[in-house]
């Protein structure tokens, strides 16, 4: 049966963006899962499954219905023990968890205030106002204030993926030798803002940047489905 994934998009509906609803994507992709993306805007969230949840990604599986995208990996993962795995056993989850929280506290915050004033313009009027607002009762300040630190942070931010870079020295995969949940998971932090964003976060020649363009061609290039924006 199809897997239904409730994909958060702007006024394109064939533009998700969402950094956790791309984490979600690239696991069902990685278990070889038939599923549809459905378009959903910001507004339409809370009518998702009869008000599952208040974020998205959700997916249905059959009777099953699952929010939050690591919720999601591991529902994956225990449901198709026998596709590919996301992490590669106990050992694997817990680093996840650990990659999955730096991805949150040191990308995540300099790449969304990067990327703000373009997700926002890519809003439909309505979701546009409820955007405004949201964000900017969740930040204490003006979209505008926020985002205001882009070019000035840039430096800061290429060198706190020095982590990353390194370890990329080592290995092809943050997962070793071949993709796991904890790549999809650097992978949504960046895919959000190159589907929404024409600001360059990574310089070329970088190795995350390389990293990045062999994630885009996994799964029959299914990162590249959509074009980075213009
Ligand atoms: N921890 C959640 C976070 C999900 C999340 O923050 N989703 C955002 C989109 S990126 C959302 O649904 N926002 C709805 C809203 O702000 O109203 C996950 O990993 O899935």
Same mark, same amino acid.
């Given at each position: 049966?199809?897997?239904?994934?409730?994909?958060?998009?702007?006024?394109?509906?064939?533009?998700?963006?969402?950094?956790?609803?791309?984490?979600?994507?690239?696991?069902?992709?990685?278990?070889?899962?038939?599923?549809?993306?459905?378009?959903?805007?910001?507004?339409?969230?809370?009518?998702?499954?009869?008000?599952?949840?208040?974020?998205? *990604?959700?997916?249905?599986?059959?009777?099953?219905?699952?929010?939050?995208?690591?919720?999601?990996?591991?529902?994956?993962?225990? %449901?198709?023990?026998?596709? *590919?795995?996301?992490?590669?056993? *106990?050992?694997?989850?817990?680093?996840?968890?650990?990659?999955?929280?730096?991805?949150?506290?040191?990308?995540?915050?300099?790449?969304?205030?990067?990327?703000?004033?373009?997700?926002?313009?890519?809003?439909?009027?309505?979701?546009?106002?409820?955007?405004?607002?949201?964000?900017?009762?969740?930040?204490?300040?003006?979209?505008?204030?926020?985002?205001?630190?882009?070019?000035?942070?840039?430096?800061?931010?290429?060198?706190?993926?020095? *982590?990353?870079?390194? %370890?990329?020295?080592?290995?092809?995969?943050?997962?070793?030798?071949?993709?796991?949940?904890?790549?999809?998971?650097?992978?949504?932090?960046?895919?959000?803002?190159?589907?929404?964003?024409?600001?360059?976060?990574?310089?070329?020649?970088?190795?995350?940047?390389?990293?990045?363009?062999?994630?885009?061609?996994?799964?029959?290039?299914?990162?590249?489905?959509?074009?980075?924006?213009?």
């Amino acid at each position: 049966m199809t897997i239904l994934l409730y994909d958060l998009v702007g006024s394109d509906a064939g533009r998700p963006y969402s950094p956790h609803c791309w984490k979600a994507t690239m696991a069902l992709a990685h278990k070889g899962l038939d599923f549809k993306s459905v378009p959903t805007r910001f507004l339409d969230v809370p009518e998702v499954e009869n008000g599952a949840s208040k974020l998205v *990604p959700v997916i249905r599986d059959g009777d099953a219905v699952v929010s939050d995208s690591f919720a999601i990996a591991l529902y994956l993962e225990k %449901t198709y023990p026998d596709r *590919p795995t996301l992490f590669g056993g *106990p050992g694997g989850e817990a680093m996840a968890r650990f990659v999955e929280r730096w991805s949150q506290a040191t990308l995540h915050p300099y790449l969304g205030a990067a990327a703000l004033m373009d997700i926002y313009e890519r809003q439909s009027d309505d979701n546009k106002t409820y955007f405004r607002n949201s964000r900017e009762a969740r930040f204490g300040k003006s979209l505008e204030e926020v985002a205001s630190n882009r070019d000035a942070g840039l430096a800061a931010f290429r060198a706190s993926l020095e *982590p990353l870079r390194s %370890t990329l020295t080592y290995q092809k995969w943050i997962g070793g030798e071949g993709p796991l949940f904890c790549d999809y998971i650097v992978f949504g932090a960046l895919q959000w803002v190159r589907v929404m964003s024409p600001f360059q976060v990574i310089a070329d020649g970088d190795l995350v940047q390389e990293w990045f363009g062999r994630c885009l061609d996994l799964h029959g290039s299914l990162g590249r489905r959509v074009p980075a924006a213009a």
